[in-house]
T-cell receptor, first 115, second 113 residues
Framework: DADVTQTPRNRITKTGKRIMLECSQTKGHDRMYWYRQDPGLGLRLIYYSFDVKDINKGEISDGYSVSRQAQAKFSLSLESAIPNQTALYFC??????????????FGSGTQLSVL | GENVEQHPSTLSVQEGDSAVIKCTYSDSASNYFPWYKQELGKRPQLIIDIRSNVGEKKDQRIAVTLNKTAKHFSLHITETQPEDSAVYFCAASISGRDDKIIFGKGTRLHILP
């Protein structure tokens, strides 16, 4: 959905560099997620946040950090990038509400290459 | 934590035939099971989901079945069409508790003409 925007779309960086991927949403959802996608490994959860004061580690949080600057913004940082962090990164949002609909709305992804 | 296994990793079927993708999960507390479809170069999108209080759900040519005792669930696509070619992901979560959604590794489905 165009309502979940990731920047940049593509990024090439060098080993050891600090890099930030940004995600913003206009859906008004409280819940935001960062996943990485690698061929043959599916979508793996890095971090997730259920509101501005709530940050949780996912399956593979080592080497990553996040910041929830506002309800609409959730940034992912790689403090010192390494080549095996080369992947397609997706931000997603959800809004279970009272109906318990956990449907994820994904952004268009950021392709990150670490040389 | 939850672990979701998905099989097969690649599946080729003739157009018009049926396709079945199977997943197992490890945490018996999981109660929400969505399926996502990702077309080439696109973002994943939800196509169907099922909760643990039902055994089967259908939406036109797509159906999902759930066996809680065996901790496995399956996606069935009937009368496959070229536009069904995509990568399909199953997932599981514990709705109402930690709610994090854990995905399987995906199945690449090829529809052969």
């Amino acid at each position: 959905d165009a309502d979940v925007t990731q920047t940049p779309r593509n990024r090439i960086t060098k080993t050891g560099k600090r890099i930030m991927l940004e995600c913003s949403q206009t859906k008004g959802h409280d819940r935001m997620y960062w996943y990485r996608q690698d061929p043959g490994l599916g979508l793996r959860l890095i971090y997730y946040s259920f509101d501005v004061k709530d940050i949780n580690k996912g399956e593979i949080s080592d080497g990553y950090s996040v910041s929830r600057q506002a309800q609409a913004k959730f940034s992912l940082s790689l403090e010192s990038a390494i080549p095996n962090q080369t992947a397609l990164y997706f931000c997603a949002t959800s809004d279970p509400g009272q109906g318990g609909n956990e449907k994820l709305f994904f952004g268009s992804g950021t392709q990150l290459s670490v040389l | 934590g939850e672990n979701v296994e998905q099989h097969p990793s690649t599946l080729s079927v003739q157009e018009g035939d049926s396709a079945v993708i199977k997943c197992t999960y490890s945490d018996s507390a999981s109660n929400y099971f969505p399926w996502y479809k990702q077309e080439l170069g696109k973002r994943p999108q939800l196509i169907i989901d099922i909760r643990s209080n039902v055994g089967e759900k259908k939406d036109q040519r797509i159906a999902v079945t759930l066996n809680k005792t065996a901790k496995h669930f399956s996606l069935h696509i009937t009368e496959t069409q070229p536009e069904d070619s995509a990568v399909y992901f199953c997932a599981a979560s514990i709705s109402g508790r930690d709610d994090k959604i854990i995905f399987g590794k995906g199945t690449r489905l090829h529809i052969l003409p």
